[in-house]
Each structure stands twice: as C-alpha cells, then as structure tokens.
C-alpha cells in the first residue's frame, strides 16, 4: 500500500553550516519517535553528502530539489542524477512550479529529468498543480492531467510505481493561501482516478500523491485527514524543526 510521506523542501534556504544543524536538529528530535510517515528533506544540492551523513537514513530521505535533464558532459553548473545518487541522496524533487516558472522547465525536459533520476535509482517526487488563472477558468483538472500525462505517462507501469506525486497549487505556494481540505482531496481523487485510467487500479492505489501549499502545523491535520492526500510537501515550514515536527506528527 502507498506510504504517508511529509517532505521539506528548503528551497533556496539555509547555507551549509545551517543545512547541517537542521538536519541534525530533525535527527535529534526524530531519535526515540515513533512516526505515522516516512520523513524527507530537500535540500540544495551542496549539502546533500553532509546532510546525508548526519542522519539516520531509517528515519531522514534526503533529496536534491532537481537534476539535470542530460547524463554528463558540457553542461556548466548543472548536476547529473548520477552525482545527486553518488552523495546517498535517494528522492530528487521534479517539476516544482518555481522551476518550471523561473527556468522554463517544459514538460519534454521533465520527462528527461524523470527518466534519468529513475536510471539512478532516485525516487522522483514529481510536482504538478494549476496557477491561479486556470482555476479561475475551470482548467484545473486538465491542466494537471497534462501535466502528468506529457511527463510521465510514457513510462511502464513498473516504473510509473517508483514515482512520488505532489499536488502543489501554485497559488498556494508560499502564499499563506492554503487550498481547503475538500479542494485537495477533489484533486488528489481526480488524479488517482486519472492513474487507475492510465495503469489500472493497483498502481493508482499505490501511488502517494502529496500535497503542497502553504501547508503548516495548523492546517495538516485536516489535509492529511483525506483519504486521497498521503502528506505534504513543505516549503517554508520544514525550514525549522518546531515548525516541520508537528506536520510530521500529524499522522
Ligand atoms: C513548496 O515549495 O513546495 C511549498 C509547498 O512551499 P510552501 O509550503 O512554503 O507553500
């Protein structure tokens, strides 16, 4: 059955030596808890080895917020699949709606992206969600079914099992504009009911399909109440340990 996941996505946050003292501050009040969910935090690229080698990896996932859509070569400043792999990172968060805002990723470049975090042997936590505009305009379930569809639906069913999926409206994003527990759970059912189409039941059951948005201690409770939500991914409240332990411990 699908795992309940809540994972930090620090972004742009935090230099090195701070990174460190997060994830180990995490480790430290993980230690002697037992918790409902896996737990993973996405860090910038540069500290994935230190924070990988500070937590326990029965407790912490550590991922990179993105890699690169080619294996190797002349690409300046980008950072392979491979090498996020080579520091025991195993998630790689793809798609976030910054990155495919800011730095025009399309859905062709994604569909490289996966493909290549997966021949690593990274679990990608694929993002996907409507802007404002197309919400308002009662475009949001095939906006996001393309989204899914143009990126991920020519892997094989084996393959599509490795995915994580998150739900991240981007008008709620760092916004302190939370989508209600009844929109999450519309979305999260109508993309599981678009992956029971696509790769039948079982793989649609299977799959954890996260949401992400401004969600915070107050309000996962009743996100995560929802049959269809399995976690949340977390921007600004993983960035501190009181702020993210209580999201975790909502399961
Ligand atoms: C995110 O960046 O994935 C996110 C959900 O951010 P926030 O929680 O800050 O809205």
Known sequence: MR????????KMNKNLQEGVALATALNEALKDKKVNCDVIIGTPFIHLASVVNVVDKNKI???AQNCAD???GAYTGEVSAEMVASTGAGYVILGHS?????YHETAE???EKVLLALANGLTPIFCIGEVLAEREANKHFDV?????ETSLFDLTAEDFGKIVLAYEPVWAIGTGKTATAAQAQEMHAFIRRTLAAKYGQEVADNTSILYGGSANASNAKELFSNPDVDGGLIGGASLGVDKFMPIIEAF
């Open 109 to 111: 470049i994604l569909k």
């Open 70 to 72: 080619k294996v190797s």
């Open 61 to 63: 996932g550590v991922a």
């Open 144 to 148: 996001v079914k393309s989204q899914i």
């Open 98 to 102: 910054e990155r495919r805002a800011y």
């Open 3 to 10: 795992k309940n996941i809540v994972a930090g996505n620090w």
